[in-house]
């Protein structure tokens, strides 16, 4: 039975350790990138904008088709109306001569079956300069599904530093749950021998069971809320949300994160997707506003057909096929429509306003950020340094109230309140860890530096 029960615990840890899977931030940064589905559409966007490019691009060159038909008619064509005369003269010269009657049916055509058929082209010359916009638009439709594409991939990135800093700083909470409820377990046995000698009272020894429940309490807290935020990190990186994962940045020691250097305003601009996204519409707004324009302008195309027939035209409608080519230059000139042309340019003059506007307040806000998120960066640092000099003072402070407690110089409710200040500054000393690699990202992502991971989707 012993070995039963061996076996059967040695495979449930087996289980277990497969089940547990230990991961970077670089890792879960990959991961998500692979798997989420707001990135695949956006990648998706991309390709479809690149084959609108190529589809721009057949605008410049010549159309081709070709043509067929049949008809059936239950009527020849009939090139007289009626029979008619004509006068036949003499060789000699004599005026007088005779007539010679061709009847109405002679000259009819049969064209009771009629094939026709013809391959022609169309090349445009001159239409205003509407190709060459509505190229120039479709470039810059593809580099906005670019510089969308690279929005998500940063905001993803964002959601998932985020998402895995929570873990770092609900795992570093439970751990010190446990060490403050293993202190005030050792205070619960010594009170209760202290108790049991008469040198400590039932309320020091209530107060301290208090303490107690209320660190187990949050120790289930912890637990609860590190397993909640170990699932939602598995959301993002595309992981069955079960699946026990371990952080590689458990330990926050003393914060030695290469801290980012604040950069040029115009190569922040240059970096930001968002600004990426209002160029291209702009430029897509201009290339609108020319389009417009071409309303104006004459169009000019080169056209030509080879056309084959049955009666054939060309050999007195014969029962034949017979085929002729044509060349022609055709221009159409726009005369007047009751200005339609002239609102659509003035539609489109407006949409590019709206885009110098808009481009203009983002940069002022991007401004803004990178100056708020530089001062948030030094600032969290130097809280982050401050916590870990409270934290020595409170254990230094711990350590004499744990002296003073045992030679009965300190009170219960003394040693408690050491005990409550050092998980004070514990805990303010791990939300001031977190917030330091937080607002390096957020700083790196403000000045368009968030490095993205090459994605190995293709």
Not at 18 to 35: I, K, S, V, Y
Not at 126 to 155: C, D, P, W
Not at 263 to 279: D, T, V, Y
């Amino acid at each position: 039975m012993k070995k039963i029960v061996i076996s059967i615990a040695g495979i449930l840890m087996i289980s277990a350790g497969f089940a547990q899977r230990n991961l970077t931030l670089d890792e879960c940064r990959q991961l998500g990138m692979e798997h989420n589905k707001t990135l695949e559409i956006a990648r998706i966007s991309v390709k479809m904008a690149n084959e609108m490019k190529k589809q721009a691009f057949t605008e410049f060159l010549p159309y081709i088709s070709m043509n067929g038909s049949y008809i059936r008619s239950d009527r020849d064509i009939s090139l007289l109306a009626e029979n008619i005369s004509l006068p036949v003269y003499a060789q000699s010269g004599s005026q007088t001569g005779e007539y010679v009657v061709i009847p109405e049916n002679m000259l009819d055509i049969n064209t009771r079956n009629i094939f026709t058929g013809n391959i022609s082209f169309t090349q445009p010359v001159f239409l205003g300069g509407r190709i060459k916009e509505l190229y120039n638009m479709s470039k810059s439709a593809v580099k906005l599904a670019e510089a969308t594409e690279k929005n998500k991939n940063e905001e993803l990135l964002l959601e998932i530093d985020e998402a895995y800093w929570r873990v770092i700083s609900v795992q570093n909470k439970l751990y010190l749950a446990k060490e403050y409820r293993n202190l005030l377990a050792k205070m619960d046995s010594d009170v209760a021998v202290m108790v049991a000698e008469g040198v400590a009272t039932k309320s020091d020894q209530l107060k301290v069971k208090v303490k107690l429940n209320e660190a187990e309490v949050m120790v289930t807290k912890a637990e609860n809320g590190l397993q909640l935020s170990k699932m939602a990190l598995n959301q993002l990186c595309g992981i069955d949300i079960d699946t026990d994962i371990r952080l590689a940045d458990t330990e926050l020691t003393k914060t030695n994160d290469d801290i980012p250097v604040l950069i040029p305003m115009e190569q922040a601009f240059e970096n930001r997707s968002e600004i990426q996204c209002i160029e291209q519409v702009l430029n897509m707004a201009k290339s609108g506003q020319k389009m417009m324009l071409s309303r104006f302008l004459p169009n000019v195309a080169l056209t030509g057909a080879y056309t084959l027939s049955n009666p054939n035209p060309y050999n007195g409608f014969k029962q034949e096929f017979g085929g002729g080519f044509n060349v022609a230059l055709v221009a159409h000139v726009p005369l007047f429509h009751f200005g339609e042309g002239l609102y659509a340019i003035n539609a489109a003059k407006s949409k590019e306003k709206m885009a110098n506007l808009q481009l203009e307040e983002l940069k002022e806000k991007i401004s803004l950020q990178m100056k708020q998120n530089s001062y948030k960066v030094a600032e969290s640092i130097r809280k982050r340094n401050a916590t870990l000099k409270n934290i020595e003072k409170a254990q230094e402070n711990l350590n004499c109230a744990n002296a003073g407690f045992e030679e009965g110089v300190i009170t219960a409710t003394d040693l408690l309140g050491a005990q409550t200040a050092w998980l004070s500054a514990k805990s303010e000393d791990i939300d001031a860890a977190i917030e330091v690699k937080l607002n390096i990202v957020y700083f790196q992502k403000s000045m368009g530096t968030l490095e993205i991971p090459r994605s190995t989707i293709k």
